[in-house]
Antibody, heavy 120, light 110 residues
């Protein structure tokens, strides 16, 4: 059964950086695209970016101002999301989510979420 | 890329049907028939309920259906049940695998 397991909650001070992992299992890692989505407390879902797990191509949301980097380790089946220059507005639950097999543009498998709290 | 527009809230009584609209532009919803819908209960992970505008993943109730007209996609839930009370989000492909979400709609079952 395909699943995504994310790393645990993080607390950072403003200006710091954070790196979250998302380990895939139960399917062939390199055939799917992986996305990152975040949700601030009481707010909606925000698409952050994606990476092609096979060839490493990636794209980011322009609203993040170049502060996000998504990488992957194909041998370990892990995707990472690193965000720098954190502010309190980055406090949110961060999810990784997989595009469906066959190139379908929809997120069928989600990680459990990682809470990132930015506070002085 | 601007967020897609959804009503903040909708409500209905058990057994009724409701629809949630998702309005975008010719750059997203209007060009690509690649709108997906997600259901999210409080404190839970979002769940895919509609993809490619009208298709249901295995295991999703037939009571959920999707449609599109021009730049607006819609989710319809028929035979409303108490467990349908949740937040619903639309999401559109916008090219080069990028996506944009709607602001979300809170469904209340009266």
């Amino acid at each position: 059964q395909a699943q995504l397991v994310q790393s645990g909650a993080e607390v950072r001070k403003p200006g710091a950086s954070v790196k979250i992992s998302c380990k895939a299992s139960g399917y062939t890692f390199i055939i799917s695209a992986m996305h990152w989505v975040r949700q601030a407390p009481g707010h909606g879902l925000e698409w952050m970016g994606w990476i092609n797990a096979g060839n490493g191509n990636k794209k980011y949301s322009e609203t993040l101002g170049g502060r996000v980097t998504i990488t992957r380790d194909t041998s370990a089946g892990i995707v990472y999301m690193e965000m720098i220059s954190l502010t309190s507005e980055d406090t949110a639950v961060y999810y990784c989510a997989r595009d469906m097999a066959g190139g379908v543009k929809a997120f069928d498998i989600w990680g459990q979420g990682t809470m990132v709290t930015v506070s002085s | 890329q601007s967020a897609l527009t959804q009503p903040a809230s909708v409500s209905g009584s058990p057994g009724q049907s409701i629809s949630i609209s998702c309005t975008g532009s010719s750059s997203d919803v209007g060009t690509y028939n690649l709108v997906s819908w997600y259901q999210q209960h409080p404190g839970k992970v979002p769940k895919l309920i509609i993809y490619e505008g009208t298709k249901r993943p295995s295991g999703v109730s037939y009571r959920f259906s999707g449609s599109k007209s021009g730049n607006t996609a819609s989710l319809t839930i028929s035979g409303l049940q108490a467990e349908d009370e949740a937040d619903y989000y639309c999401c559109s492909y916008v090219g080069t695998s990028a996506r944009v979400f709607g602001g979300g709609t809170k469904l209340t079952v009266l």
